[in-house]
């Protein structure tokens, strides 16, 4: 089998896997996502990506690349193909697996900081261990749990912050928005005028007016 071949069918699917990451990075910087160290700049974002990140390594998907791209001579005589053309499906189907085993953790790198070479060093130490140490799954399992474990601590004080301000919110608009009561009895007596229902008084009500009527005529009397 021409290696060279071989090289070039798998570095193509990393060529492809590089324009796309470049485009995920120009489309976060063009949203304004990004902050100043080239990380996201969004709790939500960085919990969203932790969890995708974090339930991928737990799936069978994940166990199945990381199985062959930890074997890859039981790779090639399980996948053996005659030919150049052969070399090249070979190469490219080595890449997909090994793509499909660490894109997640790749996609982490938007998390911390794309161009932090000491965060790329870590993933690159971790990606390692993960293909070369025999207890490689169990890497990827416990990768997986503490992923989602950091999603959930950077999702939930934004949360409670943000349960906070709508709370404030909302008291500040009732505040604004606050209505004098009226006193008690004042919406009997509008209903009442407003359907010609004559108000029903007390006796000592009806005895005051009557006598304020009295002392109405007698102040209007003429003087003699």
């Known amino acids: 089998m021409p290696t060279a071949i071989f090289v070039l069918g798998y570095l193509a699917v990393w060529g492809m896997f590089s324009v796309a990451a470049a485009f995920l990075h120009w489309a976060l910087a063009y949203s304004g996502l990004l902050g100043q160290n080239m990380a996201i700049d969004n709790a939500w974002a960085v919990a969203g990506i932790l969890l995708l990140a974090g339930l991928y390594q737990l799936t069978p998907l994940k166990e199945a690349c990381l199985t062959r791209c930890r074997s890859p001579s039981g790779f090639i005589l399980s996948e053996w193909r005659e030919g150049y053309l052969g070399s090249v499906i070979m190469g490219f189907r080595h890449g997909l697996y090994c793509a499909g085993c660490c894109w997640a953790l790749m996609l982490i790198m938007f998390a911390v900081s794309a161009m932090d070479l000491r965060w790329t060093a870590?993933?690159?130490?971790?990606?390692?261990?993960?293909?070369?140490?025999?207890?490689?799954?169990?890497?990827?399992?416990?990768?997986?749990?503490?992923?989602?474990?950091?999603?959930?601590?950077?999702?939930?004080?934004?949360?409670?912050?943000?349960?906070?301000?709508?709370?404030?919110?909302?008291g500040s608009c009732c505040r604004q928005g606050s209505v004098k009561r009226p006193e008690r009895g004042t919406a009997l007596v509008h209903i009442q005028q407003s359907l010609g229902v004559k108000r029903i008084m007390s006796p000592s009500r009806r005895r005051v007016q009557s006598d304020e009527r009295r002392a109405s005529r007698v102040e209007d009397m003429p003087m003699l």
């Open 122 to 170: 870590a993933f690159a130490i971790y990606v390692a261990a993960e293909k070369l140490l025999p207890a490689g799954p169990h890497i990827a399992k416990f990768s997986g749990y503490a992923a989602i474990v950091a999603a959930l601590v950077t999702a939930l004080p934004e949360s409670g912050r943000g349960a906070t301000r709508i709370g404030r919110e909302h």
